[in-house]
């Protein structure tokens, strides 16, 4: 209890020591970004620097923040012999009613804005940046006919309100950007060089502005290039950076007004900096909903990836739950009913040599049947589970795979197989042992082929598995998947793409059917279930 009282107190303080410093830097760049007459305000960012700190900080340090705040702006006030009373009493609206907003912000919100949706966004700028400059605004230009400071520090109304709304509109977005913890967590490897690529960006912005700013022939492309610099800060930026780059074209927009040159001093035009503020304000607020498009778009993609890898789990679970069930089968039909088998064969045998004369020759039958059965048992057990292809490689058990079916179907089968197939790895080798298995399958069942030639060329980078065959093929484009022959194609397809590879099938009616497997020689980053079955007895 207690340590939780001496940590809440701690952490207050710590929030009322940040607004009293921030306050007063607030001030003091809003007092540096004054425009081109000195009584026109620019930007005015404590109020912004206050609702901030409110929208991420606790309740319980709301009146810390906000007693910090005032305690910074008298700080302020004293440094530059300005009278503290008069300073604060025109403040005093502002920080009243910036907690009234930011408390409907968050109740709205129900937590901290992420700018990542056009709800919080577009709630953000209806309450923040309209109806508070709104309010704050208005209250502060009334307050200020009681004071002394309209002539110095305050301007006309539309010029403090647009003032107060760049603040909230420049400066929220930035700190609560980078106080979304997702952020960090998100960010590119390529921040580095973006955030090159911006500085250098803004520095020939400002060169040009300052060097063809007061030209009237290209007055409206200058006012058009920060718009491209948005656009590409929110194709490379995130939110953080892009409200970063809002911030310093505001910053660049008004040293150029307060030096007198730049786009914004047209001759003629009678309040350049009002100009200036609306151009400003719409550009940011504009910006805003470019990058929360953006945002989404990343967060569709981020959701999309994040899809991709539970499907490519539940794929590799699938493989391996195969490759596992399939040991578990071949192991059964070997120990138990091979052996069984086996053990009724020698029964008959002994009953044959017991049996009259006359039975024995179907007894005989008999036995013949059982010993039949137990070699396709055997057949289909070494199928399953090719123990061949751990214990003499790729190149020995696709031979012999070609043989068996070969002998067993009545079928041509022949084989080309790279000697270097043996140095694949075991996935790869188990991934082409299998596509030939059910290409070989494919071709005897469904397409009644006679001549099969199963080749496989390893070279370069990649692997090549094809299977040709001359039997009845069939139209893939009108009968699509579902009646594609042999489902065991779409298993061979995902173990393909698991490894990085592809598949393909070419067929037609009555022109056979070619199909090939491709994949890279060296492993996939992405991690594909060892085969690791239990090893099956007899061969």
């Keep these: ?7 809440d107190a701690s952490l207050s303080l710590a929030w009322g020591a940040g607004l009293f410093a921030g306050g007063y830097v607030a001030q003091l760049a809003s007092g ?27 309740l319980a340090s709301w009146l810390p923040c906000t007693v910090g705040m005032l305690a910074g702006l008298a700080a302020i006030a004293l440094t530059f012999q300005i009278e ?116 250098v960006l803004l520095v020939a912005l400002w060169w040009t502005w300052l060097e063809f700013g007061t030209q009237p022939i290209v007055r409206p492309m200058l006012l058009i290039a920060p718009i491209l610099i948005v656009i590409w800060a929110t194709l490379r930026l995130r939110m953080p950076g892009i409200c970063l780059m809002l911030l310093a074209i505001a ?31 719409t550009l940011s607020m504009a910006s805003l909903l470019l990058a929360t498009l953006m945002e989404q778009r990343r967060s569709g993609q981020q959701a999309l990836v994040s899809k991709h890898r539970e499907v490519h789990d539940l794929a590799l679970r ?80 696709l031979n012999e795979l070609g043989v068996t079916h070969g002998r067993m179907e009545g079928r041509e089968i022949e084989s080309h197989i790279s000697a270097q197939a043996d140095l694949l790895y075991d996935e790869a080798a188990l991934c082409l042992y299998r596509a030939a298995q059910e290409a070989i399958s494919n071709a005897i069942r469904h397409g009644d082929a006679h001549h099969i030639v199963v080749s ?24 699509g998947e579902a009646e594609m022959p042999g489902l065991g194609l779409v298993s061979i397809d995902e173990r393909a793409k698991l490894l990085g590879g592809s598949f393909d099938i070419r067929t037609g009616l009555g022109k056979g059917t070619k199909v090939c497997i491709r994949i890279p020689i060296s492993p996939y980053p992405l991690h594909y279930p060892r085969y690791q079955g239990d090893s099956v007895p007899g061969s």
């Design 251 to 281: 910053v660049i927009a008004a040293h150029m007004n307060l030096a007198g040159f730049g786009p914004f001093m047209e001759q003629g035009v009678e309040h350049p900096a009002l100009s200036l503020q609306l151009w400003t304000l």
């Design 318 to 397: 699938l493989i391996a739950a195969q490759e596992q069930e399939r040991t578990r089968i071949a192991r059964d039909l070997h120990d138990d009913i091979s052996q069984r088998l086996a053990s009724s064969s020698i029964e008959l045998s002994a009953l044959r040599r017991r049996a009259d004369p006359a039975l024995r020759g179907d007894i005989s039958q008999v036995q013949n049947e059982l010993i039949s059965l137990s070699k396709d048992l055997r057949h289909i057990s070494h199928e399953l589970h090719p123990t061949m292809l751990r214990q003499t490689g790729l190149v020995a058990a």
């Design 32 to 58: 540096v970004l004054r425009g081109f007459h000195s009584e026109i305000p620019m930007i005015w960012f404590p109020g912004a620097v206050l609702l901030a700190a409110l929208l991420s900080a606790p």
């Design 84 to 199: 503290v009373l008069q300073a604060l009493f025109t403040a005093l609206p502002v920080i009243l009613v910036v907690p009234v907003f930011a408390y409907f912000i968050l109740r709205r919100q129900r937590n901290m804005p992420a700018f990542e949706d056009f709800r919080a966004v577009g709630g953000f700028l209806i309450l923040a940046v309209v109806l508070l400059p709104l309010v704050s605004g208005t209250a502060v230009y009334l307050v200020s006919s009681y004071a002394t400071l309209r002539d110095v520090a305050i301007g006309g109304w539309l010029n403090t309100v647009c003032a107060h709304a760049l603040g909230y509109v420049l400066y929220v977005p930035v700190w609560l950007s980078l106080a979304n913890p997702k952020w960090w967590f998100q960010r590119d490897r390529r921040d580095s060089s973006t955030v090159a690529i911006a500085v």
């Design 456 to 479: 496989l060329e390893v070279g370069g980078s990649f692997a090549e598995l094809t299977v040709v065959d001359d039997g009845r093929g069939f139209e893939a484009g009108k009968s």
């Design 1 to 7: 209890m207690v340590k939780a009282a001496v940590a």
